[in-house]
């Protein structure tokens, strides 16, 4: 089966619907999720989503927190452009009925997260990328001009390598003709042209043992555009949030949002003993990296399971009407976070890099744009600043908008495209070794590729993760499509370029730790 639109764009996170309803008055938008609409990383978001909307704050002081965190590999004029271009993004989120808490004047109630200086953190409580996932759903629901394909999967980009032709990576002409995608319910594979295609697949989180991403964050469309030849970067800097809901039964894991530390909660060992001085002198505020090594050396010295986050000493009230969700879901399995420390552990929660982007969401691959955590766009550098993601994936949907809604007046489809080709392959007898893989790529990858790496740890995951690829490329030429089968697929390749890399950054920086080089190469030059 074949289909014809202007716009196709996978990804209904905010990203991706942000970008639908901006390019929908000027061309037909297929929008496609591989679950249902709403179930995104976005839906997840707690904390908000940073940007200056009062006076004491400034953009300078956004942009050096920004490139603070980003130690060193932030670009500073994407940063600058980013920091000042939000404002105007959240009027657009708020037109679009996305609401914010306000204080009792009617101004933004700004919450403020480690690594910020200022308070800068717009809210909806704590669940604000549910409150935005919610009012853009509905929007794009309503508009005449989009089609939503829910429970449909995108498994290949379509390009010249379709018309029979050899593509090489860095090739200055490759073009994107549309995408392959796999409708779940019919088993059936649809042709999707387009004139222009957008990836907003989000993160990768699934790749590891614990992770705060749900179950959709398997890093496909980073996967596929590095399959097409694409440009990807920067996979080494995985962010694991410090702080999720210590719970070994729950996946994804549940997110403890940094807001409570700036609300003033503080770290504490098993036995109760603060620890965060010894590695910062921001104490429980310093950068999510920092923490999060700081409670990765604390579990393994001490041999204990996680630490605790304690709020204890803090306004009941306070906590309750800032907190509601900690609150409730803590309630749950019987931790009043009013009067018990939370135990916490971390998990992987956001990678910086992907697929690399200039400052107008344009991909390496003609007609082919990225938005959102698949994209690098040179914003987060070596470490995400807390609360940048949504307005990055909000900055870079509307600016590629613009040159799509420009570009698409000279573009045509392309013809004589073939359809999927099912030859060779029979139905998946395998789900044992498709399940099998798929834990021992999380082991190998959460084991070396974690939070702290080395040489050592890094060649064994590649000598093991070669062994998990071979065997997953076999099973694939033989087998009819699955969902899980192409998710190994695309987290085999996404684990491959993170540990490629890691191994080619020789030093410690930002997220990337390395034992054998622990300081970083500018650090090195000056002493
Ligand atoms: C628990 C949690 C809390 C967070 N808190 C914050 C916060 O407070 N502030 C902040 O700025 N950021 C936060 N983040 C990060 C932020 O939520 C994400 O970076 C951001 O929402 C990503 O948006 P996106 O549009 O790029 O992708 P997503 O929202 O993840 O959407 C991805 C979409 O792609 C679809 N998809 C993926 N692969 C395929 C495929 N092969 N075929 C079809 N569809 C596909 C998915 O189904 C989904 O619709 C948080 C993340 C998590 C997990």
């Known amino acids: 089966m074949k289909k014809k639109v202007d ?4 990804g209904t996170g905010l990203a991706g619907l942000s970008f639908a309803l901006k390019v929908a008055d000027h061309g037909k938008v297929c929008l496609v999720t591989k679950s249902n609409l709403d179930e995104t990383n976005t839906k997840y978001a707690q904390g908000g989503i940073a940007a200056v909307t009062y006076k004491p704050d400034t953009f300078e002081k956004h942009v050096k927190d920004t490139i603070t965190a980003g130690d060193g590999l932030c670009n500073e004029e ?4 980013v ?36 308070h800068r953190i717009l809210h909806h409580r704590d669940q604000t990328g549910k409150e935005i996932q919610r009012a853009l759903s509905a929007r794009v629901r309503k ?3 989009i089609e939503i394909l829910e429970e449909h999967f ?14 090489k990576r860095y090739y200055e002409n490759i073009r994107c003709f549309g995408a392959y995608v796999l409708d779940l319910k019919n088993n059936d594979v649809i042709t999707i042209l387009s004139k222009i295609t957008l990836i907003a697949t989000g993160g990768v989180g699934n790749l590891y043992n614990t992770t705060t991403n749900p179950f959709i964050a398997t890093g496909d469309g980073i996967a596929m555009v590095y399959r097409a030849k694409g440009i990807i970067e920067n996979m080494e800097f995985v962010q694991f949030h410090p702080s999720s809901l210590y719970n070994p039964n729950e996946r994804p894991s549940f997110l403890i949002t940094e807001a409570i530390r700036g609300f003033g909660a503080i770290f504490r060992t098993i036995d109760g003993k603060e620890f965060m001085h010894k590695y910062d002198k921001q104490g429980s505020l310093a950068p999510r990296d920092i923490v ?20 204890t000493h803090l306004d009941p009230a306070g906590l309750r009407s800032h907190f509601p969700n900690i609150y409730k879901k803590c309630r749950s399995i ?24 200039d400052k107008n969401g344009r991909t390496h691959i003609n007609n082919l744009f990225a938005a959102g955590e698949a994209a690098s766009t040179g914003l987060h550098g070596a470490n995400r600043l807390a609360s940048n993601s949504l307005l990055e994936a909000v900055v870079y949907a509307d600016r590629s908008s613009r040159e799509a809604i420009h570009d698409i007046k000279k573009l045509n489809f392309q013809k004589n495209i073939l359809d999927w080709n099912y030859e060779g392959t029979s139905h998946p007898e395998e789900m044992v070794l498709i399940t099998q893989n798929y834990k021992e790529m999380q082991q190998i990858m959460s084991n070396y590729v974690g939070i702290v790496r080395s040489e050592l740890r890094l060649t064994r995951a590649l000598q093991r993760l070669e062994i998990i690829y071979r065997e997953t490329e076999e099973l694939y030429k033989k087998s009819t499509l699955s969902k899980k089968l192409c998710e190994l697929r695309n987290m085999i390749n996404v684990g491959y370029l993170i540990i490629k890399m890691a191994q ?19 650090a090195l030059d000056i002493h």
């Open 7 to 10: 716009f196709l764009v996978i």
């Open 78 to 81: 994407i940063v600058r452009m």
């Open 83 to 118: 920091v000042t271009e939000a404002p105007r993004r959240i009027e657009e989120l708020v037109e679009w009925g996305a609401r914010f808490d306000r204080n009792p004047d009617g101004d933004f109630d700004l919450a403020r997260e480690g690594g910020h200086s200022e």
């Open 143 to 145: 508009h005449k001009n």
């Open 154 to 167: 995108a498994v290949e980009l379509i390009t010249q390598h379709h018309l029979g032709h050899l593509i």
């Open 292 to 311: 999060a090594r700081a409670i990765d050396n604390e579990m393994k010295v001490r041999g204990d399971d996680f630490v605790y986050l304690d709020a």
């Open 334 to 357: 019987g931790i009043d976070i009013t009067r018990d420390m939370i135990p916490v552990v971390p998990a992987a929660h956001f990678i910086c890099g992907g697929i690399k982007v």
């Open 504 to 522: 080619d950054r020789k030093e410690s920086r930002g997220l990337h730790y390395m034992t054998d080089y622990p300081k970083s190469k500018k």
